[in-house]
């Protein structure tokens, strides 16, 4: 029933940086090597996600569409844990708020595309597209005026969006990334652009922080690696010559997945303590990678916290490796 899918879709959809991430965390699922991001006015009248990835069969494009349909939960009912997606939630709550159209090629096969409009959908139709999907949403939240009060400026938005991207591309540095603003029409504009980086992990890591970040980042970065208790935490973690004024540059990742946990951010202030006065923030890209049953990562479908079954290891971790990291290149 349309009303029950728009409630549950405003616990997905809360705003267009939240409906870009789905987005794009499907095209990752999908094995994107390229994803193209195109946004209209901060993502309110358009946002569109295109990637190179393993595409969607024209007879399953309504199945994709329809809730609690996923294709990301293995035969014993568990979670892939490699993949973003598993609650099939994602593209029926995008068809509730907006007006959906997805188009996708598979291999061997002609490209096809769906409507979603108002909760309708439309029937199945030729379409012209390389192989893989692009997935356009207009006019988020048209059918549901008092969402559309609590959007902030286009800036705003388009600022947010910006962010979940950056977070993404931190988290897969062998995909390439393309953010475009479209407001005006046209080619638009770059707003961040991020090509495929080869090679070993902690080298396409170090040349993704250069996009990301900065330059002066990834010159100014200490190294991290270590394992304790069956976590590993692993990543960069800046100089505090090189802190800011706001905790804007902190990128943490529970099991590869952007996270903006309390309690991590609480640790990594925590490990900066006797280096940093209180009004000076540290810049820093963590993994921690962990068995997945030691933490929960879906406490909520649009808030990235996660729950460790045994909080303190997280944390002690974070803090005495990087105040040894830090202690080491004394500080
Ligand atoms: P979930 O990601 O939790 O499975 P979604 O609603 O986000 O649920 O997507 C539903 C299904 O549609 C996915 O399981 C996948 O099979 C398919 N799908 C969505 N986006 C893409 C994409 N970009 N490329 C290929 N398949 C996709
Ligand atoms: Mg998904």
Redesign the pocket.
Known sequence: DAAINRIAAGEVVERPASAVK?LVE??I??GATRIGIDIADGGKTLIRVS?D????AADDLPL?LSRH????IDGSDLLNIHTF????????SLAAVGRLTITSRVPGADAASLKVSGGRMGQVTPAALGIG?AVELRELFFATPARLKFMRSDRAEAQAVTDVVKRLAMAEPSTGFVLRDVSGGGEGRIVFRADPEPGDLFGAMHRRLDRVIGQDFADNALRIDTVRDGIRLFGYAALPTYSRGAAVAQYLFVNGRPVRDKMLFGALRAAYSDVLPRDRHPVAALFIDCDPTLVDVNVHPAKSEVRFRDPGIARGLIVSALRHALAEHGH
């Open positions: 789905e499907n095209a699922d999908a990637d990835g393993c595409g969607i994709a349909a996923t294709s990301k997606g598993f609650r099939g939630e994602a593209l029926p999907t």
